[in-house]
């Protein structure tokens, strides 16, 4: 088998499960607790919350662990927008964001709140100027991601963040898929609200966490208890939370080799099936991409039934296609920059990771080339085209679409 969906999700390290383990049967005291057995679970946590914070130039206490990435964007979007609703009720974000972002802004639109949901362009990129043009005297909140999940396109965070203090507005961004990956510095970037998921980085599925800087009035989405400085009530995840950390301790330790290694890997790939496969496209940006993100749109296929193919030579990837929720609509993500629907329909994201060798991206490769070959063979769309091209004359050219 050759994993390449680590966009979805990543393999658990062991040393991270072996770090989570003895806080399963050994340490399962409550962190609430006053007696001594409690204590290895409350300094756990103590300490997983100080990597996390070391990790992006944030204090501790501005750490709160939640469960996931979607609650970390449900929660900061969410409940900010409530918290400032009287200084004003619009929200500004962009049109590929994940969902977890995206459905939570519709879910304010339906309770009073307007948002701008902001253009790409053909990389993927918010331009910072559409940002600033979009500000309004009521605007509370800007959400923008740091790098997109299916395209690996980088944002220029630094800048939008630049924009929101000049302004006074709050900035969220959802790092789900840059943490771990690239370096992230909240006050370089001037980030008020940062959600990132630990599986996502090699750590525990279900445990997140939600950066929120001291002074942002933000209040708790779930109510209960007073853990995590009563902002989100409920007894800690303790195992998944000491895991979180581990993982996040190794992918502080271990980025700059793993990004100049997978970014090799990475262009590699997109080297050898732009070589071999005509009418491809590599979507996202260039440079500024996440070292493990390739994403291809290949005119004349259906992305499902090359996944489908893929699957029975081993190979797991995803496709921007297909909707979690059945519906076949394209990706969101790839009509924002601009691809016609039916290329947009013969989208493929693969995904790498430190575990993938070069021997493994010359098979997938040869792979994706014999199956679309194969694919094309039997469209009759593609074999007028290429014959219409012929005929007229035309020269195909690498990446032309
Ligand atoms: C995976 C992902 C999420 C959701 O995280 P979960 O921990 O699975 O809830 C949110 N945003 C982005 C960009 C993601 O890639």
């Known amino acids: 088998m050759i994993y390449l969906d680590n966009a979805a999700t990543t393999r658990t390290r062991p040393e991270v499960v072996e770090a989570m383990l003895p806080f399963f049967t050994e340490y399962y005291g409550n962190p609430s607790s006053v007696y001594d057995f409690a204590t290895p679970a409350k300094q756990a946590l103590a300490q997983a919350r100080d990597m996390v914070a070391k990790s992006l130039g944030a204090r501790a206490d501005e750490i709160y662990f939640t469960g996931g990435g979607s609650e970390s964007d449900n929660w900061a979007i969410r409940e900010t927008a409530e918290a400032y609703r009287a200084k004003g009720n619009h929200i500004i974000t962009t049109k590929i964001e994940h969902h977890a972002v995206l459905h939570t802004c519709e879910y ?179 440079t500024d991409r996440l070292p493990n993100n390739v994403n291809f749109a290949f005119q004349f296929l259906e992305g499902e039934s090359l996944l489908i193919l893929l699957d029975g030579k081993g190979i797991c990837a995803s496709s921007g296609s297909a909707c979690t929720s059945g519906s076949l609509d394209p990706s969101h993500v790839l009509l924002a920059i601009g691809l016609p629907e039916e290329v947009a329909h013969g989208s493929l994201r693969l995904t790498l990771s430190e575990e993938n060798t070069k021997e493994e991206m010359d098979y997938v490769a040869g792979q994706i080339a014999a199956i679309a070959a194969r694919l094309r063979s039997m469209s009759p769309l593609y074999e007028e085209y290429v014959r219409g091209a012929e005929r007229s004359g035309r020269k195909y050219e690498e990446g032309q679409i």
């Open 108 to 286: 304010l639109e339906k309770h009073g709140f307007a948002v701008t949901y902001l253009d790409v362009d053909e990389n993927g990129t918010v331009r910072p100027e559409d940002l600033e043009q979009a500000i309004r005297p009521e605007t509370i909140l800007i959400s923008v991601m740091f790098a997109n999940n299916e395209i690996g396109t980088i944002e220029p965070v630094r800048e939008i963040g630049r924009i929101a203090k000049k302004h006074g507005i709050l900035f969220h961004t959802d790092a789900v898929q840059a943490y771990g990956h690239v370096p992230i510095d909240v006050e370089e970037c001037r980030i008020d609200m940062l959600s990132a998921s630990g599986h996502k980085f090699n750590g525990p599925k279900g445990v997140g966490f939600l950066y929120i800087r001291t002074g942002v009035k933000l209040r708790a989405l779930i109510h209960g208890g007073a853990q995590e400085r009563r902002r989100r009530a409920g007894t800690e995840n303790v195992p998944g939370i000491v895991g979180l950390g581990k993982a996040a301790q190794i992918a502080m330790e271990t980025m700059e080799r793993r990004a100049e290694y997978e970014s090799g890997l990475r262009d590699y790939l997109i080297e050898q099936v732009m070589r071999r496969v005509p009418y491809t496209r590599l979507n996202g940006h260039r």
